[in-house]
Nanobody, 122 residues
Framework: QVQLVESGGGLVQAGNSLRLSCVFSGRTFSTYAMAWFRQAPGKEREFVSVITRSGGSTMYAGSVKGRFTISRDNAKTTVTLQMDSLKPEDTAVYYC???????????????WGQGTQVTVSS
């Protein structure tokens, strides 16, 4: 079975950076598009970023574009989200997800991690 394990969350001050990692196991990593979503308290889960199977294309939510960078290492079966210039509104539980379609639509993703908490203080 596919397993996704996120790490790297924590508490940071606004303006600082965090790097989230998600390790994939159980299937062939390079056959999946990989994405990050987030969910803040009292809000619906929202798309953050997605990367294609090869890593050749990426897509970002408007709220994070220019501040966050997604990347993947197919040899290490890992997807990373570098988050710079963090803002209090970035506070959320961040989830990585794996699916066969390069999309912002959470319903299209087959597998999800357990989430990692990111808290940005002002």
């Amino acid at each position: 079975q596919v397993q996704l394990v996120e790490s790297g969350g924590g508490l940071v001050q606004a303006g600082n950076s965090l790097r989230l990692s998600c390790v994939f196991s159980g299937r062939t990593f390079s056959t999946y598009a990989m994405a990050w979503f987030r969910q803040a308290p009292g809000k619906e889960r929202e798309f953050v970023s997605v990367i294609t199977r090869s890593g050749g294309s990426t897509m970002y939510a408007g709220s994070v574009k220019g501040r966050f960078t997604i990347s993947r290492d197919n040899a290490k079966t890992t997807v990373t989200l570098q988050m710079d210039s963090l803002k209090p509104e970035d506070t959320a539980v961040y989830y990585c997800a794996a699916g066969f379609t390069y999309t912002e639509n959470a319903a299209m993703y087959n597998y999800w991690g357990q989430g990692t908490q990111v808290t940005v203080s002002s």
